[in-house]
């Protein structure tokens, strides 16, 4: 099936529409058209092809995908159908990419597809989350609820990735201002003792001729300093996306000291968040475990949750198998136990999920604090170490002239 863009008239209020159509030839397209009531004025092949610079400049964010999910949920809710929703909510998004994934929604769904199958189509857009909630709100009929919940969903998880993030700055920035400092130590300041050494015919301490080492490979050799670094920078990229890369990388966010603490808080909070949305939307207990161990994006904790799905599978209940999982906390299992016994385990999730997010807060603000005293203290002894390399040297010189 190919994709055509069109212009056309629609009969029943002689409105021009602007959409994308699918068929397998440009007459498919246009007895398509004519079958739904549109009198066509111009059908084009959709041309696929663009430069790489203008996908990546127009890509896709989770701001994006929350906006659309609200407009639509809303539309839905007043009771438009839903091709007239896709069709107005296209009109108000600005980002291009989106655009040609809303348009190519509405033609599946003017092809008879529904809602969660045409969101299938694009896994780069719509995770699992997103269908299978989509899914549940079509069977029930409360579709404008579940793109609602989704969206709040993703609201609530971006935010609190925000809030990592933030906390990750200070340490970065500290560490480029530490990395500046050396080259430009080595670069600048270290040929200049080595010149005065070497006037004066004396030996160089023992760590002033690794530095001065150091210096002479980076400004004969930078080229070289600068393809290694590309390059291992490459592979270890390459490398984090590999089954074993992404198990380590995880392990390691799991266990880190310091931040290990908000990474599992992290991870709690999207199971149970999700878990409460999920099931909410009326998701079966399985289905439910089995998306939410996905949505927590860690590979080891997912590992956890997908053994406690097997054992919930053969007769446990969910707060026995989660309670001897490993990166379960204690409180998952306990919270849900008392949302077993009320019969309200969504909700015991969501309060769940709620204290997990108030006390990433806070660990984020703890993380904040501490670390900044640490980083001074580790920059101000490898700002001093270097400094001591090029000014003992110095001094030396000046006690043997005098």
């Known amino acids: 099936m190919k994709k055509y863009t069109y212009k056309a008239r629609d009969k029943a209020n002689s409105q021009v529409v602007e959409s994308m159509v699918q068929a397998d030839s440009e007459s498919g397209a246009a007895k398509v058209l004519i079958q739904q009531g549109l009198m066509p004025l111009s059908i084009k092949e959709f041309d696929e092809s663009g430069s790489f610079l203008k996908r990546f400049s127009g890509r896709i964010t989770n701001k994006d995908k929350i906006v659309f999910m609200r407009q639509l949920a809303t539309l839905i809710g007043a009771g438009l159908p839903l091709a007239q929703s896709m069709r107005t909510v296209v009109e108000q998004t600005q980002?291009?990419?989106?655009?040609?994934?809303?348009?190519?929604?509405?033609?599946?769904?003017?092809?008879?597809?529904?809602?969660?199958?045409?969101?299938?189509?694009?896994?780069?857009?719509?995770?699992?989350?997103?269908?299978?909630?989509?899914?549940?709100?079509?069977?029930?009929?409360?579709?404008?609820?579940?793109?609602?919940?989704?969206?709040?969903?993703?609201?609530?998880?971006?935010?609190?990735?925000?809030?990592?993030?933030?906390?990750?700055?200070?340490?970065?920035?500290?560490?480029?201002?530490?990395?500046?400092?050396?080259?430009?130590?080595?670069?600048?300041?270290?040929?200049?003792?080595?010149?005065?050494?070497?006037?004066?015919?004396?030996?160089?301490?023992?760590?002033?001729?690794?530095?001065?080492a150091a210096a002479d490979f980076i400004i004969n050799f930078w080229y070289i300093v600068i393809i290694v670094l590309a390059i291992a920078a490459y592979f270890t990229a390459q490398y984090f996306r590999t089954d074993n890369g992404i198990k380590v990388k995880d392990t390691v966010k799991l266990n880190i000291p310091m931040f290990k603490g908000m990474f599992r808080k992290l991870y709690m909070a999207r199971f149970t968040r999700t878990g409460q949305t999920l099931l909410a939307t009326g998701v079966a207990m399985l289905d439910m475990l089995r998306i939410s161990s996905e949505g927590t994006n860690n590979v080891i904790v997912a590992k956890s949750i997908d053994r406690a799905a097997d054992k919930v599978k053969g007769g446990k209940a969910l707060s026995v198998a989660l309670l001897s999982e490993d990166y379960i906390l204690p409180m998952v299992p306990q919270m849900i136990k008392i949302g077993e016994q009320s019969g309200k385990i969504d909700e015991m999730m969501g309060k769940t999920a709620q204290v997990f997010e108030d006390e990433l807060d806070e660990e984020i603000k703890a993380i904040s604090t501490s670390i900044e005293p640490i980083l001074m203290v580790f920059l101000a002894v490898f700002a001093g170490g270097m400094v001591g390399a090029i000014l003992f040297p110095i001094y030396s010189l000046v006690g043997n002239i005098k």
Request: proline share 3%; glycine share 6%.
């Open 95 to 212: 980002n291009k990419q989106m655009q040609q994934v809303i348009e190519e929604i509405i033609a599946d769904i003017e092809g008879g597809h529904t809602l969660s199958d045409s969101f299938a189509k694009h896994p780069q857009v719509f995770d699992k989350i997103v269908l299978a909630l989509v899914a549940a709100g079509e069977a029930s009929g409360t579709l404008d609820d579940a793109l609602k919940r989704v969206s709040a969903q993703k609201e609530k998880d971006a935010a609190m990735m925000g809030k990592i993030r933030g906390a990750m700055v200070y340490p970065a920035i500290v560490m480029l201002v530490i990395l500046a400092v050396m080259i430009f130590m080595l670069v600048a300041v270290v040929p200049q003792v080595a010149g005065l050494y070497k006037d004066m015919h004396k030996a160089l301490p023992f760590l002033t001729q690794i530095m001065i």
